[in-house]
């Protein structure tokens, strides 16, 4: 998954789910097209509801939204920019209980999404960004993964989510790994010069979560 959204209730281990997981979406077509942008604690995102448990009680969501950051680095190398963080997390919902939870590692979100949704999840999560880009319009996009050193089966769906917006406008600035071995990539609009973003000595970043070592 890609980091990072980062609510507060992120800490709450998911709960080991023992009713299967059924899907209540098949494809993109049968996402509304009137999604409201929601925002809290810093986070504005899209809610796309995509399983249900069999009884009845559990009920798994996509949550797909962005962070700004106001003059600080994305990543070493960059002069602080006002730049937005994309990302995605899973949002588990307990509607006897009243309970919510959210996580961003894949493995645990696991056992919240069918098998056979796991690729519709990236493809809602490129969706997602367009409709987002299309509200913020922001001038630079900074998007990195959520695991350290991340498999091929990983960066194949970062690629997927890369791609997509170098369609809608973006092209990749500077990609890498970070000290703690996350992937990143730094996205700016393709009909604009970014050659002043190259930081110099004595302009370091006041906010660089993700500089390499």
Known sequence: MSAPLGRSNQGMNFPNLTCPM????????????????????????IRIPIALSEDGRWLTSIDVGYQESDGESPCDGIAPIDFYSFGYEIHLFDQQDGVSYLTMNPLEARCAIPPEMRQLVIDITCACYLKLIAECDPSYIFRVTWLSEPGKGALKKHD??????????????????????????LLGKSDEDHSHLERVAGNEAVGADHEPS
């Open 160 to 185: 997927q989510a890369t791609e997509t917006l170098c369609q809608s406008g973006y092209a990749v600035i500077k990609e890498g790994t970070d000290q703690y071995g996350c992937k990143f990539w």
């Open 22 to 45: 059924s899907p209540v979406i098949s494809d993109l077509q049968d996402i509304p097209t009137d999604l409201d942008v929601n925002y809290e604690e810093g986070c504005w995102y």
